[in-house]
């Protein structure tokens, strides 16, 4: 499995190009509250922000290129609520109409990179981001209970959670569990300790990791020591910064 990504002028995306190998066991894909605009080679579609661990299979030889957003941008310019794509990857055309979907798409198949970086750059231009988004980001990250966010950015909680669905796909408690959870994977599979790992990412104890663990992988801290786990560094984007792939078959 072969990964690249840099970063694009628009802020909060990034692009992205994977190459599958088709392994047996498929790839974990991690949830982030990210949206990804995806070509396979096919056909444009758009990976939903996803409440927990999925498992990809990808094609053997199949190469996908693609677009992430984080902290909103991803609903601002694609023109979608990020809940209404939560846990699923539809086609463009179920979303956009027919004609510019193919329009996009006979752009994309002959120059995928340069066409979807432009793409973003124009729609950037046109649709305005709400800041909003990159704002609960920083609060979620720094900590910041669901009470606290709310009074730092003059909204109820209702109003909060609300706003974080369209944003990210899901509420910000569930938003800070996939984050958390993201940070956790990267030190678990660096190695770390699990009861260091458990007080670095804020959970209440060693056994609150474990739960956690198996509630979003369905699976055990251990075993994300271990392969395909291991390989998924270029498929974790739940650190809050846009890095990986989201890819479905």
Known sequence: MRYQERATPVR????????????PGGTPIVPDGCVDL?????????????????WHQGRAGTTY??????????PALLGVLANDVRD??????????AREVRGLSERVEAQ????????ALERAARHPVDPFG??????????????GMATRLDVSTRQLHR????????????????????????????GEPLAHVA????????????????????????????????????ANRSTGRPSGSKTTA
């Open 163 to 190: 706003r974080c669905l369209a944003t990210f796909g899901y509420g910000p408690r569930h938003l800070a569990r996939v984050l958390r959870f993201g940070r956790a994977l990267e030190a678990i599979r660096a």
């Open 38 to 54: 995806v070509w396979d080679g096919r056909r444009l579609f758009v990976a939903g922000p996803d409440t927990a661990v999925r």
């Open 134 to 147: 990159m704002r609960v980001l920083t609060l979620v990250q720094a900590g910041v209970p669901v009470a």
């Open 65 to 74: 290129v693609g677009l992430r957003f984080s902290g909103g941008v991803g």
């Open 199 to 234: 007080a670095v990412c804020r959970y209440a104890d060693q056994a609150h990791l474990t739960r956690e663990v198996r509630a979003l992988a369905g699976t055990t801290p251990s075993a994300l020591r271990c392969e395909p786990y291991t390989e998924a560094s270029v």
């Open 88 to 97: 699923r990857t539809p086609n463009l055309d179920e979303l956009w109409p």
């Open 12 to 23: 909060g995306t990034v692009l992205w190009q994977r190459a599958s190998d088709g392994a």
């Open 112 to 119: 995928p990179l340069v066409t979807l970086e432009s793409w």
